[in-house]
């Protein structure tokens, strides 16, 4: 898809952002457009210089827009580079069946948190708030909150104001409650959410440092209220934080890509 023009290049990266959020049920041009603050005729353009490249297809049956083929061809190239779930996997198995809930490996893209994998414990009272491949702003669910949390202090400060500005009219999202939150997570050394994704289901996460100790992923628990009491949270906080180091440590040893 030849195109000099950058700003051209940023709206395109902007609507497969968005088309990424949208799942498998895709958006209408109009949702694309009103979220990308975009005409629609220049939107409309982009999309289908998006499905000339297969980066983007487009329903017969509702004309709503989604993720095409190509993009799932480049994510499987990419994993090869970027895929943190070989490191990863037999720890945060282990732990979801130490403690029986649902874990989660999230990973920073930007300003977004991504969920990267899910590993369900034996708990016969399970939750599953977010799917594989679900894109949120950080700030909003366990994992991205605490990566948001353990950002640098001038990056945190420009991501607050932008995160604030475009997802604002999340309750969660808007500068002073996200301001608590963070302060709240900087205090204990552990996110804590409750009911703002699922209702009735408490998460907490922790984020996963590199060795120059910025983020680039997080893990976290999510369980029903009532498996979430306080000395139970004191309990999974240090079995987060146990695991968020022994991750660092596995990643010192995986192809240096994180060093």
Same mark, same amino acid.
């Given at each position: 898809m030849a195109n000099s023009d950058p700003g051209s290049v940023e709206r395109t990266m902007e609507l497969l952002r968005l088309l990424a959020t949208a799942g498998g049920y895709g958006l209408a041009l109009t949702q694309i457009s009103e979220a990308a603050k975009l005409p629609h005729s220049t939107t409309h353009r982009l999309l289908h210089k998006l499905i000339d490249e297969r980066m983007v297809v487009q329903r017969e049956s509702n004309k709503r827009y989604m993720l095409g083929p190509l993009t799932f061809e480049l994510g499987l190239a990419a994993s090869q580079i970027y895929d943190l779930r070989e490191p990863c996997r037999p720890i945060l198995r282990r732990l979801a069946e130490e403690i029986g809930d649902t874990v989660y490996l999230t990973v920073r893209s930007g300003n977004e948190?991504?969920?990267?994998?899910?590993?369900?414990?034996?708990? #016969?009272? =399970?939750?599953? #708030?977010?799917?594989?491949?679900?894109?949120?702003? /950080?700030?909003?669910?366990?994992?991205? /909150?605490?990566? /948001?949390?353990?950002?640098? /202090?001038?990056?945190?400060?420009?991501?607050? #104001?932008?995160?604030?500005? =475009?997802?604002? #009219?999340?309750?969660?999202?808007?500068? =002073?409650?996200?301001?608590?939150?963070?302060?709240?997570?900087?205090?204990?050394?552990y996110s804590l959410i409750r009911s703002q994704v699922t209702l009735g289901t408490t998460a907490m996460g922790v984020a996963i440092l590199d060795t120059l100790d910025n983020p680039i992923a997080a893990i976290s628990v999510a369980a029903v209220d009532s498996r979430m009491s306080a000395s139970r949270i004191e309990l999974l906080s240090r079995q987060l934080q146990s695991t968020a180091s022994s991750i660092r440590d596995a990643l010192r040893s995986f192809s240096g890509q994180y060093d």
């Open positions: 948190s991504v969920c990267e994998d899910r590993y369900e414990g034996p708990s #016969t009272i =399970r939750v599953v #708030t977010i799917e594989v491949g679900s894109r949120r702003p /950080l700030g909003q669910g366990a994992g991205g /909150l605490a990566i /948001l949390a353990a950002i640098p /202090l001038e990056e945190r400060e420009d991501t607050i #104001t932008r995160i604030a500005s =475009r997802y604002g #009219t999340h309750k969660s999202l808007q500068e =002073r409650p996200l301001r608590n939150a963070i302060a709240n997570c900087q205090r204990h050394g």
